[in-house]
């Protein structure tokens, strides 16, 4: 697989700590 790029990972991490928010997680934030 291609390596993603910070931007993507970013986005990734975006839908996931909107979808961890609904499981009360830790959210990430990229900046």
């Known amino acids: 697989m291609e ?3 910070d931007e993507a990972i ?3 991490d975006n839908m996931v ?3 961890a ?3 009360d ?3 990430r ?3």
């Open 3 to 5: 390596a993603l790029s």
């Open 10 to 12: 970013c986005d990734i």
């Open 17 to 19: 700590e909107v979808l």
């Open 21 to 23: 928010a609904q499981e």
């Open 25 to 27: 997680l830790n959210p």
């Open 29 to 31: 934030r990229c900046h």
